[in-house]
């Protein structure tokens, strides 16, 4: 680990309190070529048409060696404050000595031209810090009776920036109306000659005053924790004995040096002693304003590239942090296990990424006093309840109530705080909140998140905790140009395929087919917004022209067809013989048997080759069997058959029609599948469970519209069979309940290393098809709505990236 220079900004996620983000000014580039003429025409449903590919930006060529080299170094910029208040800690022996000099000279010689000290950026969301920091550092000058210029020059920066002490609008570091006025109160002990009026000296002890007022009215347990937290401001008024309750295995208060120092000013402790000499063994002659943090910095950085969606590029580096960070999982480390916000982090990020650990180590998090007892909850810290919130979801067993506790009063919280957060510099914070609260992590498509999380993204974005910092050795300019080059080259292969798609479906005359919908755009939305890597082009014209394809077909068994057509198609698929000119009943059934023949074919083929073994034959199978429940299902309304709800289900997964769209893609995603795999129970149940989740979520959004119509689903037949004690909304209930559990079950098996055969390249298809199915179905059936989707599919497909000022 070293120091950050002053002068890099990047940035920084933080332990247990509020982020505040410095607004900065965002890279400034034109994220694409001249745009086409064709993003400026619309098509009747409001989806957006282009005539033309969209071309990857001409900027600087982003060096991913350079992130991979930093990308495991925890790097954190020095902390003036926090070196002050070292500075401050006499020798136990000799209280006349300072037991640090090195940190005084360190101070002398990082002043700023200015006469202040800390980060030096005097943007207005810095001042106060700077202002902090500046007083801490005059303090810890005069009480050693050393740098007279230096004192000098940095009671000049205070008094020409004073009036920003008072400025209720500009954002504070924790504690700053504590502990300014408490350093204020110091300096006039000292009889620092201070270049204030009385009269705002008086008014800054007025606000602090104001401030313990209104913490005594919080929790008892997070009014003392807050407290000790800032206890430097409080001197001798604080119990420093009920202040060192606080103390952590390494010696420290809360991990921070200058609340640890500020103890060791009014009474000894070896061990707190022992924390201060580590830190300046490991970085010289200051300290850092939080340590350690290196885990909570890790975690936020593979979070950063994956939700930035170039993650694919650093597989190998973030396989190796996760291994590092599950290590310290499997020890306890109290780094993880004493912040709420790591600890969440830690179990959403290990899970997702295939580690088997129990949500047990989140048991405490489930009572939302336990929240409010803490500095987190003092602070009522957005961040933490949204590290938390964002790991109740990563559910995978239906035993673990504690993730459901978690989700429950967390997803309240932060959507009352929401409703009544109106800070500017919380701005960043509070979107992506929002984004959470709308797009739970199972209902959240990665190319939308990808997008947003670029277009919010800040180069320059500080932590403040007591004081700002910076960490991470990669420059934040380099992830985000990265990240806008990829997703540029990811909609220009995105527009070419759509072309493809669209020739391919006249070439195969399904535009001729009026019965159909044309739903080619929605399939192919689907496709790239899940297999959104430019290498995943196969795999994603697979499941969009099988999209196609199930689309017609359901449209022809449901009405669009007659029974003769029906039996036709499937006899046809059963022979599965290219000439077939004398034994086609209709036109219709010609163009789609032969679409459909052509294109197994031929994905067949491709496939083939990949996999080193004839799929074609197992192509065919999933068509057929396809088919054969759609038949039945026809069947059953024809004859008005009622079937019981086991009867509807065990046919009901395979008729919604996943099969031909996920199975066939599999082949294309990049791992070899034997026969073995493909018949193995997992490989089935992975089917089966989307394919339920998929069935019921359609079922509830639309069995208004498909029992006028006369279909049957699921929750008319939950109706039906319950001897009229069940109610509609009953029905729903229960069938949210079964789409709840097997999403989790879903979700565990693609998770499960142990005793698995499939693939999890592959397994993670299925996660994503749950994905896009939930986000389809959110609000009602948006596959069938003419506009539901359309501001997605043109965020995904056209809408360039907005980055700028």
């Not at 070196?83 to 300072?98: D, G, K, N, R, Y």
């Not at 008086?202 to 602090?208: C, G, L, N, P």
């Not at 929790?219 to 001197?235: H, P």
């Not at 997703?487 to 535009?511: M, P």
Request: proline share 3%; hydrophobic share 40%.
């Amino acid at each position: 680990m070293q120091f950050l220079s002053p002068s890099i900004g990047c940035s920084i996620c933080g332990i247990g309190c509020p982020n505040i983000y410095i607004p900065s000014l965002r890279i400034t580039q034109s994220t694409r070529a001249a745009a086409p003429e064709g993003l400026n025409v619309f098509l009747d449903d409001g989806l957006k048409k282009s005539k033309s590919a969209n071309v990857p930006i001409q900027g600087t060529k982003v060096s991913k060696e350079r992130i991979r080299e930093q990308l495991h170094k925890v790097d954190l910029s020095a902390s003036s404050y926090d070196t002050a208040w070292v500075a401050m800690v006499p020798l136990p022996e000799f209280p006349q000595i300072p037991c640090f000099p090195e940190c005084l000279n360190w101070i002398m010689e990082n002043q700023h031209p200015d006469g202040s000290w800390g980060i030096h950026c005097l943007h207005p969301s810095l001042v106060k810090d700077a202002l902090s920091s500046t007083l801490a550092c005059v303090l810890a000058l005069k009480r050693w009776n050393l740098g007279e210029e230096h004192v000098r020059r940095g009671l000049l920066f205070i008094g020409s920036y004073f009036s920003s002490a008072m400025n209720g609008k500009l954002h504070s570091p924790i504690g700053f109306d504590i502990i300014f006025p408490g350093m204020l109160g110091y300096a006039i002990e000292m009889g620092i000659d201070l270049p204030i009026g009385q009269n705002d000296v008086d008014a800054m002890f007025y606000k602090r005053d104001l401030e313990l007022q209104r913490v005594s009215g919080n929790s008892f347990e997070g009014r003392k924790a807050y407290l000790a937290y800032v206890a430097e401001g409080l001197g001798k008024s604080q119990d420093w004995h009920e202040a060192m309750k606080y103390q952590r295995e390494n010696g420290s208060l809360f991990n921070s040096p200058s609340t640890t120092a500020a103890a060791l000013t009014h009474i000894h402790d070896a061990k707190a002693l022992e924390y201060l000499c580590s830190l300046l063994q490991k970085f010289g002659s200051s300290v850092p304003a939080t340590y350690p943090i290196d885990i909570y910095t890790l975690l936020c950085m593979v979070d950063k590239i994956e939700r930035l969606g170039i993650a694919r590029h650093f597989s190998f580096e973030i396989k190796n942090i996760m291994d590092r960070i599950y290590r310290c999982w499997l020890k306890n480390d109290e780094e993880i296990n004493a912040d709420m916000a790591t600890c969440a982090m830690a179990f959403r990020l290990l899970r997702l990424n295939g580690f088997d650990i129990s949500s047990d180590a989140l048991t405490q998090f489930g009572d939302l006093n336990f929240f409010f007892n803490s500095i987190q909850g003092h602070l009522k810290d957005m961040k933490t309840v949204l590290e938390l919130y964002k790991a109740s979801q990563i559910k995978i067993l239906p035993n673990e109530r504690v993730l459901d506790k978690i989700g429950s009063w967390s997803s309240n919280f932060l959507r009352e705080e929401l409703s009544t957060n109106s800070e500017d510099g919380l701005q960043v914070l509070s979107q992506e909140v929002d984004y959470a609260l709308k797009f739970p992590s199972y209902a959240n498509l990665e190319c939308l998140e990808h997008k947003n999380c670029i277009e919010n993204f800040k180069v320059e974005n500080f932590r403040v905790l007591k004081t700002s910092y910076m960490s991470s050795g990669v420059d934040d300019k380099d992830l985000l140009e990265l990240a806008l080059e990829d997703f540029n080259l990811c909609q220009s292969i995105y527009h070419k395929e759509l072309q493809h798609l669209e020739s391919w479906i006249k070439e195969n005359r399904l535009d001729q087919l009026e019965f159909a919908r044309q739903k080619q755009t929605y399939c192919y939305f689907s496709a790239a917004a899940t297999l959104f890597s430019p290498e995943s082009s196969d795999a994603r014209m697979s499941w969009a022209q099988n999209g196609v394809l199930t689309t017609i077909v359901d449209d022809l068994f449901d009405h669009g067809g007659s029974r003769e057509e029906l039996i036709n198609l499937i006899s046809l698929i059963e022979k599965w013989d290219g000439n077939h000119e004398k034994h086609f009943c209709s036109e219709q059934v010609k163009i789609i048997y032969s679409a459909i023949h052509n294109t197994i074919n031929e994905l067949g083929a491709k496939a083939s080759a990949l996999q080193n073994r004839t799929v074609t034959d197992h192509l065919v199978e999933i068509w057929l069997t396809l088919m054969k429940a759609m038949m039945k299902e026809a069947e059953w309304v024809r004859t008005k058959t009622v079937p019981t709800m086991d009867e509807y289900m065990a046919n009901g997964y395979i008729s919604f029609a996943l099969g031909p769209i996920i199975l066939p893609a599999l082949y294309f995603v990049g791992p070899e599948l034997s026969v073995d795999v493909i018949g193995d129970t997992e490989y089935h149940n992975l089917y089966k469970l989307v394919s339920i989740c998929g069935r019921l979520l359609n079922d509830m959004q639309g069995f208004e519209r498909e029992g006028k119509e006369g279909k049957l689903c699921s929750v008319s037949l939950r109706i039906a069979h319950g001897c009229g004690l069940t109610s509609e909304e009953e029905a729903i209930m229960e069938i949210q309940g079964i789409v709840d559990s097997s999403r989790e079950e879903l979700l565990r098996l693609v998770l499960q290393n142990e005793g698995s055969v499939v693939p999890r390249a592959c397994k993670d298809v299925f996660w994503k098809m749950s994905r896009i199915l939930h986000f389809f179905y959110m609000k009602n059936d948006g596959f069938t709505s003419p506009t539901e989707m359309v501001s997605a599919v043109n965020a995904v497909i056209y809408d360039p990236l907005k980055v700028g000022c």
